[in-house]
């Protein structure tokens, strides 16, 4: 097969840089290779996928020879940024209207696209009223509809709970499988598209250091004992199992193991809500007649679907909105990380955003002392946005999906802080998509279901009690080992 994309000693710093982002960068995708770009939060992968499309290629100095075919289609994590449009159908037909395409193709093609991506009854909505999954799909789609011959795709998924990241994941193992297209993915949820890459290529410090088989790349990482080899799915590390489900599922039925239970335990309200509900518009609740309670001292996680009510319930406590009815009971000073970061944002400087010493060292975020908060990467603003949170000396500190844009190493690090604050007598509140984050280090899990809580429980009667948004400990260990729900449970069973 023919190079389709090629990387000859790239360098690359951002006009407003004084170090290189990428560093003496060669590499080569062939037509039709998924390759899957794995790395480290600010290792480069971001600058790197968009120098492949020169219409969103960053500004700076560029060095090095880049080969790339002429169709590029690029996918980015942050969907509201990418779409232009009032309506599905007119989304789906910009690009082909930009290129002066006949009226009737334009509507065929629409109509075709729509089809296949599963959009067809939604073609008349308004896309403000798709959910997330549902605008990433139609971001997908618009971009596809165009027949590119190289699929770009920067942490696609990131925004997506985790039955709408499963989905989205197998589109495009689809098109990959239907069409043959080139797909070039970095992704931080690497357990639906690790068993189907092509290749692995790791991005650490600028530079690219290895680009290989899926098995090569996870010895390869054994070998250095790089933290990212936690961001390979479990059913490929246990037991070396290499993402077969039913074979680590029989070795583990022939070890004798104790069950685990939650810790009977009385816990205090830190916040405590009662029968609240809140419209954005008249008619519409977003939150209906929800009861809340939030535990003193613990780490408490809010899991549900797009669009479920989990962002707006944390605004209600934040005070950010007021509810229209019922109550929010809490005594102490509430400080809170919005989903997204850069909102928290209002200086020329990430020094005058925050406060730059113990904290930001800790957050690995020295670096940007000197940058614009604009220019950084979205796993640096969201650690920048944490530290100006966790800096206000909130006693509660409500967290919207703090893990989105960050590497496994870096969230063992955050878990590892959130933990220490509730030891201090801080209490911590998590909506998160990230199931395996919540199975591994929340205490008090929620559902929230289309504006309710349906229910909380300690953590493993929760993850023991669902199928879908259960975590990948409980998929292998489930009606073998009772209560093993998260990998901390499995460590040393080998």
């Known amino acids: 097969k023919m190079e389709n994309i090629c990387f000859e000693n790239v360098n690359f710093t951002y006009a407003l840089g004084d170090r290189p982002a990428l560093n003496d960068v060669s590499f080569s995708v062939k037509e039709g290779e998924m390759c899957l770009v794995i790395g480290k939060s600010a290792a480069g992968k971001s600058t790197l996928l968009r120098l492949i499309k020169k219409e969103i290629a960053p500004a700076g100095k560029l060095g090095g020879k880049i080969t790339v075919p002429d169709g590029i289609g690029f996918v980015s994590q942050n969907v509201e940024e990418s ?42 909505s308004e896309i403000s009223s798709l959910s997330g999954g549902e605008k990433q799909i139609l971001n997908l789609a618009s971009v596809m509809i165009t027949k590119p011959q190289v699929l770009v795709l920067d942490e696609p998924t990131c925004q997506l709970d985790p039955v709408w990241a499963e989905r989205f994941i197998n589109v495009i193992k689809k098109l990959h499988r239907d069409f043959g297209t080139t797909v070039i993915i970095a992704e931080h949820l690497l357990g639906e598209l690790y068993d189907c890459a092509d290749s692995v ?105 797009n669009s479920s009510g989990k962002s707006t319930l944390l605004k209600l406590m934040s005070g950010v909105l007021k509810q229209q009815y019922g109550k929010i009971k809490k005594d102490k000073a509430v400080s809170m990380l919005c989903q997204n970061p850069r909102d928290l944002f209002t200086k020329e400087k990430c020094s005058n955003e925050a406060q730059f010493g113990e904290l930001t060292d800790f957050l ?15 796993g640096q603003a969201q650690r920048l946005a944490l530290a100006k949170v966790l800096q206000t000396g909130a006693d509660i500190i ?15 690090k955050l878990a590892s802080k959130l933990e220490s604050l509730c030891d201090m007598g801080k209490t911590i509140v998590i909506t998160t998509h990230d199931v395996n984050f919540a199975a591994e280090y929340g205490e008090y899990i ?24 259960t975590s990948s400990a409980f998929k292998i260990t489930h009606g073998i080992l009772e209560g093993y729900v998260c990998e901390k449970d499995l460590e040393g069973v080998e």
Do not use: W
């Open 83 to 124: 779409i232009v449009c009032d309506r599905v159908r007119s989304e789906l037909s910009f690009g082909l209207t930009n290129l002066g395409l006949p009226k009737e193709y334009i509507e065929l093609k629409v109509n075709e696209t729509a089809g296949y991506f599963n959009l067809s009854s939604k073609l008349d």
């Open 201 to 305: 290529m790791l991005v650490e410090n600028g530079t690219v250091e290895a680009k290989t088989s899926s098995e090569k790349m996870i010895e390869y990482l054994k070998k250095s004992r790089n933290p990212l080899l936690e961001s390979v799915p479990l059913s490929f590390r246990l037991f070396d199992a290499m993402g077969d489900i039913s074979l680590c599922r029989k070795k583990l039925t022939q070890k004798n193991l104790p069950a685990l239970r939650d810790k009977n335990e009385k816990c205090k309200a830190a916040i405590k809500v009662k029968s609240l509900i809140f419209s954005y518009k008249k008619d519409t609740q977003v939150i209906k007649n929800l009861s809340f309670t939030a535990y003193e001292n613990k780490i408490n996680v809010i899991l549900g679907a």
């Open 364 to 378: 690995e975020i020295d670096e940007i002392k000197d940058s614009h908060p604009y220019d950084i990467s979205e």
């Open 398 to 412: 409500l967290l919207d999906e703090p893990t989105k844009a960050l590497d496994s190493a870096f969230k063992q």
């Open 446 to 469: 929620s559902f929230l279901s289309n504006g309710e809580i349906i229910t909380t429980q300690p953590k493993r009667a929760f993850f023991s009690s669902l199928d879908f948004f």
